[in-house]
Structure formats: C-alpha cells, structure tokens
C-alpha cells in the first residue's frame, strides 16, 4: 500500500487535473507503492512519482509505461496526454514526432489488442543472448575458475561486479566467457555484451545502455532520453532479472560507472588490462601467464598431441619462447596446427631470433605486435619513453629507483610512470618488493622501438 502523497496545486490547471487522474488510476489498481510499481512501469519509483505530483506534465513515454502497469487504456492516455500537451504548449518527445491529434502510435495501438497489450505489460521477459563465441580450446584456469564461479554464487543481499584483470595477452576474454558458461543455470534470463575498448567515456555509456535496454525488451518509444533516466531504469531491470553482463576491454573507471548498480540477481562481468583501481566495492581476479604444463596442453591441443609427444622438449621451448602467454602460445599452435608438415623443431628456430619472434607470432587479424603497439599508443609521452628505456635492457625486470635514474625524473614520478605501465597491460608486479617484471615479448617489442 502506497504512503499518501503530497496535495496537488490547484493552479496548475490541466497538468494538476491529468495527475489527480493517474492517482485515481492508481487506486483503482489498488494503490500499490512507486517501488512496487516500477516493477511493471521500469521506471525508477522516483520518476512515476513526479509524474503524479502535478508540478510538471510527464513525458509520453512514462504516462504510458504508468499506465500501462495500471492497466489502464494506453490509447486513451495517450489521446489525453496530447490534449494537455497542447493546452500547456508542452513539446513532444524527442523520439515522438507524431503530429498532435494524429492517431495513437502503433506501439500503442498494438498494446491496444489483447495480444499486444499482454506484450506490453510482459515486454521485461526479453531474453537476450549477445556473448560472443567462446574459445573452443580453453584449457587451465581451472583454480580461478573455481574461485571466480564461487564468488558469483556466494549468497548476499548484492551481487558485487567483478573485475577480471591481467597482462595483454593473458587471455581474459576466454577467462570470462568460460565463467559465463559454467554459471549459466544462474542466470535464466539471459546475457548482455558490450565492448568498451573503441569507446570514450561519454559516448560509451550513453550507446550502450540504448542497445542494453532495447535487448531486454524495453520499446524504442519508451527508452529515456534524460541520461540518468536510462541509468535508473538499466539498473531497475537488472535488479529485477537474472542476467549475466559482460563489459568486455574497460579501460577507465568513468567508463563503467553508469553501467554498475546495485543489483541482487543479475552479475557484471568486467575484463580489463587496468585493475581499475578508482572503483571501490569490486570483486576481483587477476590472470598471469599459463604454468608450463597449462602452455603444452594448449600446444597439444591445437597441433596434435602425437606431434607434442615426438617432439615434448622442443614443445617446451616453444611456450618457452612465447613467455607462457597465452595469446602468443594460441598464435603459434594455430600455425603449427595448419601447417602439419612443420616440425615444431623448425618452428622454434623460427622464433628463436629475437627481431623475428614479435613478426611470427601473427596469424589471422590476431598479431602479439598489433596487441602492443595499440597500447603503447595510448601511453602518455613519459609511459612511451619509459617503455624506450625498457627497450635498453635485457634484465626481466626494473624498479623505480633505476627507471628515475635513467629518466632523470623523482622517485614518485618514476613509481607513477610504472603503475601506469601495469594498467596497461605492459608490465607485471613481481614477487620481490619495488620490482616490476618485464615479459621477454614486451622487452623485444621495446627494443624494436628503441632500434
């Protein structure tokens, strides 16, 4: 039972008359809360509420997802609404281009039918299916797995987002995809994707929260165009469904907020190279390279575990060679694979070189080469000639004391420049305190920029 609301202004002539009439109408319902009702209407308790209160006229598209939960005529309403759209010289929305006193809308005169309006009142059932192929030879992981899945199912009154990290290359895409997978059953009403990496902060969550709302069925006419709108009512379905999301290439926390809320059945699923450090209340998983043993099942797997066993120690040269990355062990037993002529003795002193590794370990759109210079690109002008210097030696490792004595800058500056570096995807935290670890593939692609 709703709480009793405000007294409307009399004043407000037919905008006070229009919303004394949708409270009659939501008494005839019998009075259910703002909260209750925007389980139907998917609009935030806030915005139903103000559109009853008679200060303002509300928009079309929240008179008639109000109504419609009502179950009230949503033709009628709509008649209604233009009338006193016209007496208040209120404008029509900007999706709405029907001239005034034209014929209803077909989306509303189709909820209009028995069939449609069943549609309507039920259009939050859209299951939507959107995660791309998974890989077909996902092997290991089985440890974070186990811990990721645990996570996802631990009991709580919200399921808290989590954020999948690592090094470029480490496979964090097929991580999560496997996940979606193995947690399927809890979340019956299906999945969102999204990639976040050709998309700036603004434009990002704006396009996809649109095509969000549109797969879980939410009509084109009835979409928010106010921005926090659209967030309240992505965020209201979501706490209503059991859907799996996928934010897939994150690579600033401005990008995610609006598409994070406090959801108690449906799980955000974010990958990125940044650990995304600003967001606080995240879960989190962060991927390293494969062990040896993850890197010869993935090379049996691909080439033929005949060939492997013919040739096991040149198998382990071959990971080896590829630092254990798992893109660059993938790229490499994808060649070996069509190409079953080579021996994988011939492969390794293909790659044993150090200028002709980055070059070989391409196939397809899929480049190690491509994948790094995209984020050295991004780099700031000091994370680009920190990663100059890195080119300048051969250690695996460096410090911040060595990179501001190198670079001639502080300490702290020095430090921030690393922290950098981790974020995208170019360096690791090593084990020993105050040392980053740099991957022999990373130190040949910074060689190659210093030559």
């Known amino acids: 039972m709703g709480r009793p609301e ?238 799996f999301v996928l934010l897939e290439n994150a690579w600033a926390e401005s990008q995610l907020r609006p598409l994070l809320g406090r959801a108690s059945r449906s799980q955000v699923v974010v990958t990125s190279r940044a650990r995304l450090l600003g967001l606080d209340g995240l879960d989190r998983i962060e991927l390293d390279t494969f062990t040896r043993q993850e890197s010869i099942e993935l090379i049996g797997q691909l080439v033929g575990a005949e060939r492997v066993e013919a040739e096991y120690e040149v198998a382990h040269t071959l990971a080896e060679l590829c630092g254990d990355l798992p893109l660059a062990v993938d790229i490499i037993s994808r060649k070996l694979g069509a190409h079953p002529e080579w021996a994988l003795s011939y492969t390794a002193k293909l790659l044993a070189g150090r200028g002709r590794l980055l070059d070989s370990l391409s196939v397809g759109d899929l480049s190690m080469r491509d994948r790094l210079a995209s984020a050295y690109q991004r780099l700031s002008a000091v994370g680009r000639q920190a990663i100059h210097y890195l080119g300048l030696s051969d250690t695996g490792w460096v410090t911040a004391s060595g990179l501001a004595a190198t670079m001639g800058i502080s300490l702290d500056s020095a430090d921030k420049v690393l922290e950098s570096l981790v974020d995208a995807g170019l360096l690791t935290q090593a084990n020993v305190t105050g040392r980053y670890r740099v991957s022999r593939l990373v130190s040949i692609f910074a060689a190659s920029l210093a030559a």
Not at 45 to 54: E, H, N, Q, R
Not at 145 to 155: F, P
């Open 6 to 243: 405000r007294p409307l202004d009399d004043t407000s002539g037919p905008i006070a008359t229009f919303a004394a009439d949708l409270r009659e109408l939501r008494s005839q319902a019998g009075n259910p809360s703002y909260r209750e009702l925007s389980r139907k209407a998917l609009f935030v308790p806030s915005v139903l509420s103000s559109a009853a209160s008679g200060h303002r006229l509300p928009t079309l598209p929240v008179t008639i997802a109000f109504v419609t939960a009502c179950q009230g005529d949503p033709v009628a309403w709509e008649e209604r609404w233009r009338a006193v759209a016209r007496k208040v010289g209120a404008g029509e929305p900007r999706d709405e281009r029907t001239p005034p006193g034209s014929a209803p809308s077909p989306a509303v005169t189709a909820a209009h039918s028995p069939a449609g309006a069943e549609r309507v009142r039920q259009w939050w059932r859209a299951r939507p299916a959107q995660l791309p192929i998974g890989s077909g030879t996902f092997v290991g992981r089985r440890q974070a797995l186990a811990s990721a899945a645990e996570i996802i199912r631990q009991g709580g009154p919200v399921k808290i987002p989590l954020a999948i990290s690592g090094p470029i290359g480490a496979g964090k895409t097929a991580f999560a995809l496997q996940l979606a997978d193995d947690v399927s059953a809890e979340f019956p009403d299906g999945q969102l994707y999204a990639d976040l990496s050709t998309c700036g902060p603004g434009q990002s969550s704006n396009i996809i929260l649109r095509g969000f709302l549109r797969a879980l069925g939410v009509p084109e006419r009835l979409v928010p165009d106010d921005p926090m709108q659209r967030i309240g009512l992505y965020r209201s379905l979501l706490a209503q469904r059991k859907v």
